[in-house]
């Protein structure tokens, strides 16, 4: 396989030109679909993107048969990252504008930011801004992971009013706080990766993310 070559996701509301931009800054070999019939054989990695509600990726994922190849995918142990609503598809369910199914390959729920602080007062939802990632206990190491080249308390870029909430806590990558309340920044299963914060947004730290996602 090509150390390089990546397959992007292009189901049509996800911040697409960012992300490849991102990728070829860090040397990658871009390919884009918009359908799952345009994939033959399986790419070496697979990246998705995505902005915008939960349950409008989801149909547009049916819609454009990406939800069995993301699944498929993740089975042959290749590296896959979601970012943003990318990365809250994975779980089995999201809440926003009601339930609805998501790809399932992580436990788990996808909720609302919590609007009422740890002290009791209120901040604005969506959470926006630069916020200092953090290692949960369950990831002493965040070796052999797309957040390989960070140190811990770097920050990055975030715009959300939804978060993923891991059944296992071995599956909470990395964390972060917004004025006391904990939010989940990245998760992390076998071969699936996902990223709450948007690497392409991040400046050099994030693009530090996406070049260790590519040295998996």
Known sequence: MSARAVTVIDYGIGNLLNVVRALQRC?????????????????????????????????????????DLVKRFAATGRPFLGICVGAQMLFEVGEEFGEHP??????????????????????????????????PAAWPCWGHSP??????????YFVHSFAPVPADEAHRLAETLYD???????????????CQFHPERSGEQGLSVLRSFLDL
């Open 102 to 135: 998501g790809l399932g390959l992580i436990p788990g729920r996808v909720q609302q930011v919590a609007e009422t602080t740890p002290a009791g007062g209120t901040h604005r939802i969506p959470h926006i801004g630069w916020s200092a990632l953090s290692r």
């Open 147 to 156: 957040l390989a080249y960070l140190r811990e308390g770097e920050s990055m």
């Open 27 to 67: 040397g990658a070999s871009v390919t884009v679909v918009e359908q799952a019939a345009q994939v033959g054989e399986m790419p070496d990695r697979l990246v998705l993107p995505g902005v915008g509600a939960f349950i409008g990726g989801m149909q547009e994922m049916r819609q454009r048969g990406f939800d």
């Open 180 to 194: 006391g309340v904990r939010i989940c920044a990245a998760v992390g299963r076998d071969n699936v990766w996902g």
